[in-house]
């Protein structure tokens, strides 16, 4: 008689449901008395653990596509994303930390054959506004940062993102007092400029003044050492990479790029100065420099040769060593 009382076993789709309600509850609720609230609290962080440990198993078992799919039709569904980014600072450390790899899975996870967080996320774009926001918030920034470069996995997803008004924040968060918190809107930031090859192409086409203008200015130019590297370190992937070829040429057709570069050059740090050394041969090797690249070169050629044969000397790649070489012959022979 005891076994015709047992509960019956919770499907994903009925832990998604759960987790949604009280959601819900703690969203519209907050106030309430504390024991109230502290007993609600307590069952959603042992549902959004459950959440997790269907969609990434345990130490005894693995995930099941099946239950997988289950919770993502159902989660997106019903709206169970929007309600858990919203109630995101609400929950304790150890609930956003769930929250967030419940939320980077669920990116993945295809549903006949489509990622449908993709489609959900085209439908209700307000919340990458929210995501981006995050990083104003100290206590879920990095969590949200977390699941915002899951999110721009999507292209479309990265498309709106670059063509919004966020972009330009960016170069603010990059620049927070946090170190954490501007380390990850550094790594959000590379992720937009490097994932998505041809939509990156056509974001720095199309914004080419205003961007540069601003990462030149407040990255490049930074007093801060560690924004100056990242900076530069991505600038030489952006420009280096194929699909950017016609955004290269005209950045290396600047004088003014090219002095930066050359103050980059002439950092302590060797670090800064070899991620430098990628941007500058560009410069050098450019068939149509304008006159006054032409002029600038020439003027400081002998202290860009000393330069470049101390390169040549420093326990440095091997690829870094050949190419300052060939460059340093460049210059010799050519100007």
Known sequence: MKGLFKSKPRTPADVVRQTRDLLIYVDINWNTREAKREEKMAELCKNIRELKSILY???????????CAQLTQEFFQGNTLRLLIICLPKLNLEARKDATQVVANLQRQQVHSRLIA??????NKDLLDLLVSGYENMDIALHYGAM????????????YVLESEHM??????????????????SA?????????????????????DWFFNEFN??????????TRRQAIKLLGDMLLDRSNSAVMMRYVSSKDNLMILMNLLRESSKNIQIEAFHVFKLFAANQNKPQEIVSILVT???????????????????????????TR???EWSL
């Open 57 to 67: 198993g345990n130490s005894e078992a693995e995930p099941v596509s099946e239950a």
């Open 188 to 208: 959000t930031f590379k992720e937009l400029l490097t994932r998505h090859k041809s939509t990156v192409a056509e974001f720095l086409s199309k914004n080419y």
């Open 329 to 331: 012959n460049y210059l």
């Open 118 to 123: 993709s489609d959900y996320l085209e439908a």
């Open 217 to 226: 200015s407040k990255l490049l130019e930074s007093p801060n050492y560690i």
């Open 168 to 185: 330009k924040k960016f170069f603010n968060y990059i620049q927070l007092p946090n170190f954490d918190i501007a380390s990850d809107a």
């Open 300 to 326: 400081n050629r002998n202290k860009l040769l000393r330069l470049l044969g101390d390169f040549k000397t420093d326990k440095v790649q091997h690829c870094t060593s050949f190419t300052c070489f060939a």
């Open 148 to 159: 915002l470069r899951e999110c721009i996995r999507h292209q479309s997803i990265a498309r």
